[in-house]
């Protein structure tokens, strides 16, 4: 079993930044994708980003893409995701998501993921 924890969430002014981090314990594998999720007030879970245990291939949501960037760090067992030009429409919870790229089936950044995090609140300001 793998387990998540979050952290680094907080309010921040629209145009911030603020970069969260994800420990991940537990099994860990070479062929885990990490990634992020985001659920704001009222609407539905959506994709953020993902990035494979190579740390070189990496997907981004549009909402996202040239604001935000993930990364890893395999022998700490961390990932983390910094976000800059922070816009208000991004205040939501943040969840970190893990799944093994072997039993998953489609393009490798796409779900299910089979482990989730508990989340961490982003409250972006105007």
């Known amino acids: 079993q793998v387990q998540l924890v979050e952290s680094g969430g907080g309010l921040v002014q629209a145009g911030g930044s603020l970069r969260l981090s994800c420990a991940a314990s537990?099994?860990?594998?070479?062929?885990?994708?990490m990634g992020w999720f985001r659920q704001a007030p009222g609407k539905e879970r959506e994709f953020v980003a993902a990035?494979?245990?190579?740390?070189?291939?990496?997907f981004y949501s549009d909402t996202v893409k040239g604001r935000f960037t993930v990364s890893r760090d395999n022998a700490k067992n961390m990932a983390y995701l910094q976000m800059n030009s922070l816009k208000p429409e991004d205040t939501a919870v943040y969840y970190c998501?893990?799944?093994?790229?072997?039993?998953?089936?489609?393009?490798?950044?796409?779900?299910?993921?089979?482990?989730w995090g508990q989340g961490t609140q982003v409250t972006v300001s105007s």
């Open positions: 990035i494979r245990w190579s740390g070189v291939s990496k």
């Open positions: 537990g099994r860990t594998f070479s062929t885990s994708v």
């Open positions: 998501v893990l799944k093994d790229e072997r039993y998953s089936s489609g393009l490798w950044y796409q779900g299910p993921y089979d482990y």
